[in-house]
């Protein structure tokens, strides 16, 4: 590649850059939807109503049967960006405190991602304490891990051990022992698209 042309392409990278730095964040669904009720809130005259009185309606639009309408996720709705603080996890507190300097070339989160990974494991348990730590004091308990079957197991032998040694005449019933979660089977759909086909 020429020098002329790599500059071209470097000038137009960066400039692509820089128009995505600058860029206004995503608008989405309940970006739009608050949007629109406020400018019908503000019509004067109009059968519209106030804010409280649309995001009713819309609720019941929502509720209804008849009418096809998506409802806002809990994600995405009023109630939750007014709710407070979010849930964290270590890294979210890594990438907000990282300092160091991001090569060119490379975008900032790309970076930050890569020196988490290269983190030993005991500086990112540090900082996913504090995440704990934070969660809990903004109300957020944490979340339980799902068991394996064999740690299921485990745990179900300690239980019948103790049952077993314990007086028959007021132990109760027998631990139950847990099943093993079968993987739900993919249906072949081959023969049906196959007689689409025809």
């Not at 849930?87 to 991602?113: D, Q, W």
């Amino acid at each position: 590649m020429s020098a002329i042309a790599q500059n071209n392409t470097t000038e137009l990278i960066e400039t692509v850059n820089i128009e995505k730095k600058t860029s206004a964040p995503a608008k989405n669904r309940a970006f739009y939807i608050k949007e629109a009720f406020e400018a019908m809130a503000l019509v004067e005259g109009a059968p519209c109503g106030t804010l409280d009185q649309l995001w009713e309606c819309f609720n019941k639009a929502v509720k209804s049967k008849d009418i096809k309408i998506r409802k806002l996720s809990e994600k995405n709705s009023e109630k939750t960006a007014e709710s407070g603080p979010k849930r964290l996890s270590g890294y979210n507190i890594f990438t907000k405190e990282f300092t160091g300097e991001t090569p060119e070339g490379v975008g900032v989160m790309t970076h930050k991602a890569a020196a988490w990974k290269a983190l030993p494991q005991e500086e990112k348990d540090k900082f996913n304490e504090r995440a704990t730590e934070t969660n809990k004091s903004n109300g957020y308990e944490p979340k339980a891990k799902k068991l394996t079957h064999e740690q299921e197991m485990e745990a179900y032998w300690n239980k019948l051990e103790k049952w077993v040694q314990e007086d028959p005449d007021t132990r109760g019933e027998k631990p139950e022992r847990p099943e093993k979660k079968k993987r739900a089977k993919k249906t072949d759909t081959s023969s049906e698209s196959s007689e689409m086909s025809d």
